[in-house]
C-alpha cells in the first residue's frame, strides 16, 4: 500500500518579532484610495453573490478583483472648498452575467456597490462626487469549467498560498489600533477630521514612532491658527491612546509634509486624497490582516474582490489567520506562522502543502513540544475541514479583509 502524501509540517522558529532590534508596520486607512479600492471590489462581490443566492441558490464564479480609482480634481481651502472633477472608480474582473435564460445586472451591482461603499465609509460623500465605469467581461472557460465541476468541496481555481501570523506584535497591534482608534472613535468627536488616515510605525528597540497622515476638512477650519489647534488637540488623543498599548517611549507626528509657514497643508473637501491627485487600486494595500508587515512572511494577493468559494488567495489567508490563532490559544504555542498552498483544480480542505511555524514557549519540555506540534496540526486539519463556513463569514462581512 502506498504511504499517503504527508501535507503539513509543523517547523520551529527562533525569529521573536518583538525582541528584533527594529520593526516597521503600515496600515492605510479605511479612506485611503488603496483601501477604499480594496472595500469596493469586496462590497461587489458580496452584492454579487448575495443577488445569485437568493435568485439561483449558488454563488457562480466570479472575481471582481481588479478595482482602480482615478482620482478627481478638488480645491480645498480655509473655510470651504469644492470638487471640480468627479473621483473615477474602474471596475475590471470576471463573473457569469446570464444563468440559463435570466440575466444578472452585473454592471447595475457594480455601480451600486461602489456609490453604497463610498457613502458608507466617506462622512462627507456626495453622490456627485463619484462615477463609475464598468468593464466586467466574461470569466475564462476552464475557470468557469473547475468552478462547475466541484459540489460540496470545490476545487481550488488558482494555484497560489495563505500566509498569517499570530499574535501581532507590540508595534502591529499599536499601528492597527490607532488608526481603528482614529476611524471611528476619534471621527465621531472630532468632525474636523477625515477618513484617510495613515499609520506608519517604527520600532527601534524599545522607542516607539508613529508618523500619521490625516486630512481636515476644509469648511470646518477657517484659518491657520485652527488647523494647527486641530491637529495638537488630535495628537494629544493619539499620544493618551497610544501610550497605554506600549511600554516604552512614543513619540507622534502629524501631516508631517505641512508647511505651516506657507499654509501649504492637508486640507480636504471631502476627506479623501482620491478627491485631489491620489489614486488607489484593489490589492495594492494593506494585507488580509490589515497591515503591511515587512518583517513577517507576507502572501502579496490582494484579497478583496476575489469570489469567496473557490479562490485560494481570499480563503488560505483567512484559514490561515484563524488557524494560527487558535494553535497559539489553544494548542498553547508562543507564536504561530501558517502557510498553505493549493493546486489547481484540488479539493480546497486538500492543500498541496501546508507550514506550521511555531515559536515554542520557553522552557518547554521535550514532550510539551511535541504535543504543542500535535495539537497545532489537528487544528490546522480542523480548519481545513471547516472551510465552507469561511464563505458564509465572508458574505455576512464578519471577517474584515483589509
Known amino acids: 500500500m502506498t504511504k499517503p502524501t504527508k501535507r503539513i509540517f509543523v517547523t520551529e522558529s527562533n525569529v521573536i518579532i518583538n525582541e528584533l532590534p527594529i520593526e516597521m508596520v503600515e496600515r492605510k486607512g479605511l479612506g485611503h484610495p488603496d483601501t477604499l479600492s480594496d472595500g469596493i471590489a469586496e462590497e461587489m462581490s458580496r452584492q454579487y453573490s448575495r443577488y445569485c443566492m437568493r435568485n439561483f441558490g449558488f454563488i457562480p464564479h466570479h472575481n471582481f478583483d481588479k478595482v482602480q480609482i482615478i482620482a478627481g480634481l478638488a480645491h480645498p481651502r480655509f473655510g470651504g472648498g469644492e470638487i471640480l472633477a468627479p473621483i473615477t472608480v474602474n471596475v475590471g474582473g470576471r463573473g457569469i452575467a446570464t444563468i440559463g435564460s435570466e440575466s444578472i445586472p452585473i454592471n447595475e451591482i457594480v455601480i451600486e456597490s461602489a456609490f453604497g461603499y463610498m457613502k458608507r465609509t466617506i462622512r462627507n460623500f456626495d453622490e456627485r462626487y463619484l462615477r463609475t465605469t464598468p468593464f466586467v467581461g466574461q470569466g475564462s472557460a476552464d475557470l468557469i469549467s473547475i468552478f462547475e465541476r466541484s459540489k460540496d468541496i470545490r476545487l481550488a481555481n488558482d494555484t497560489s498560498f495563505g500566509v498569517a501570523h499570530y499574535p501581532l506584535s507590540i508595534l502591529e497591534n499599536l499601528v492597527l489600533s490607532t488608526e481603528k482608534f482614529v476611524n471611528p472613535t476619534l471621527l465621531t468627536v472630532m468632525k474636523e477630521l477625515g477618513e484617510d488616515v495613515k499609520v506608519m510605525g517604527v520600532r527601534i528597540k524599545n522607542n516607539f514612532s508613529l508618523t500619521i497622515g490625516v486630512p481636515v ?174 464563505t458564509n463569514m465572508i458574505l455576512k462581512g464578519d471577517i474584515s479583509l483589509f
Open 217 to 390: 476638512i476644509d469648511r470646518y477650519v477657517s484659518d491657520i491658527r485652527e488647523y494647527q489647534n486641530i491637529i495638537r488637540d488630535f495628537q494629544d488623543e493619539i499620544r493618551d491612546f497610544a501610550q497605554g498599548l506600549i511600554d516604552g517611549e512614543l513619540t507622534v507626528e502629524t501631516n508631517a509634509g505641512d508647511d505651516i509657514k506657507n499654509e501649504k497643508v492637508y486640507l480636504s473637501v471631502i476627506g479623501t486624497s482620491a478627491e485631489n491627485g491620489d489614486d488607489g487600486m484593489c490589492g495594492r494595500g494593506n494585507r488580509a490582516n490589515g497591515l503591511i508587515t515587512p518583517y513577517r512572511p507576507m502572501s502579496l494577493e490582494g484579497v478583496a474582490g476575489k469570489n469567496p468559494i473557490s479562490h485560494i488567495g481570499k480563503l488560505y489567508n483567512v484559514l490561515a489567520m484563524n488557524a494560527s490563532k487558535e494553535i497559539v490559544e489553544k494548542a498553547g504555542a508562543q507564536e504561530a506562522t501558517v502557510h498553505i498552498l493549493s493546486k489547481i483544480g484540488t479539493p480546497i480542505n486538500q492543500p498541496l502543502v501546508s507550514e506550521i511555524s511555531l515559536i515554542f514557549p520557553k522552557h518547554a519540555s521535550t514532550s510539551e513540544r511535541k504535543s504543542i506540534e500535535k495539537n497545532a496540526e489537528n487544528i490546522l486539519e480542523e480548519n481545513l475541514s471547516r472551510i465552507n463556513e469561511i
